[in-house]
């Protein structure tokens, strides 16, 4: 029965996936609500460029499951919420699950929930806490047959970047990747690395589990595609892009553009006149 479910998230034609995550006001950060202070006209914007899935939580999933019809974007579940994200981290650190996961999952008729494993430098409970989840997580998801996706993060001091402090060290990243594949992923949403190049040994570290790229803080147009056509061209099974769409000015532009580049092999050239608004 998960097989029913990644069918509906994966492209029929492809075999990859790219979902647009707008779940990020589950983390009570200001910055993270640009581009979504509507969250009901994003969904809509991004319902109508068609991309094979939407993230959301429990409380914003409604806009896309209430839209009448057969085809539209499959809904991935976030389940987890977390206060790791700020310019100055608070006193304490959590990441906390909703309750019954799963079966909220199921109610809202999603093809998958995503869990994060944070490796915050400093806060080893945090990372504690994100393996209970999983852990807690996991057998529920066998049970119910609902695909789960982990998110390995790895975080940079707070101190260097704060915020969206993603660190694109490849020798992190890895043994975080195959940490979340032992686990019990089926799908796992990675880090970027700091050279694209060598992205070829996260496929490789996590095996049969499909990777989906994370996307990161904002990048400029031109970044953004070149990196993307260059990670699927590395064997990964998908993006999962947040930020660098709902954030930009034309974000269904930027959404049929990387469409195009996942499912059909678009070179970047191909497709910036899509986000300039030339075509």
């Not at 429990?58 to 896309?64: E, S, Y």
């Not at 809904?75 to 994200?85: G, K, M, P």
């Not at 704060?162 to 979340?180: E, K, S």
């Not at 590395?234 to 769409?245: L, M, P, S």
């Amino acid at each position: 029965m998960k097989a029913s479910r990644l069918n509906r998230l994966f492209n029929e034609k492809s075999g990859k996936c790219f979902d647009v995550a707008i779940d990020h006001g589950f983390f009570n950060e200001l910055t993270f609500l640009g581009g979504i202070e509507n969250i009901e006209k994003s969904v809509k914007i991004l319902i109508d460029a068609d991309p094979d899935a939407i993230q959301l939580t429990v409380g914003q999933a409604h806009h896309l499951q209430s839209v009448p019809g057969k085809k539209k974007p499959a809904l991935v579940l976030r389940t987890d919420v977390a206060n790791v994200y700020g310019l100055e981290l608070q006193s304490v650190l959590y990441s906390r699950m909703i309750e019954e996961p799963v079966l909220q999952a199921i109610r809202l008729d999603a093809t998958c929930v995503v869990v994060n494993l944070f490796r915050i430098p400093g806060a080893p409970e945090v990372t504690d806490q994100c393996i209970q989840n999983i852990l807690k997580l996991k057998p529920m998801c066998d049970h119910y047959s609902m695909p789960l996706m982990i998110e390995p993060l790895v975080f940079r001091p707070n101190s260097e970047a704060g915020g969206y402090m993603v660190d694109g060290n490849i020798d992190i990243i890895l043994p975080l990747v195959r940490q979340a594949v032992e686990l019990g992923a089926d799908i796992i949403k990675a880090d970027p690395c700091e050279n694209v190049e060598d992205y070829h040994k996260v496929v490789e570290v996590a095996g049969s589990v499909p990777i989906l790229v994370r996307g990161g803080g904002r990048a400029d147009d031109e970044e953004l595609l070149d990196r993307t056509y260059k990670l699927m061209k590395q064997g990964v099974k998908g993006i999962v892009y947040g930020r660098n769409v709902v954030q930009h000015a034309n974000s269904g532009g930027m959404t049929r553009a990387l469409m195009a580049i996942v499912h059909d092999g678009a070179k970047p050239e191909d497709v910036i006149g899509w986000v300039k608004g030339n075509k």
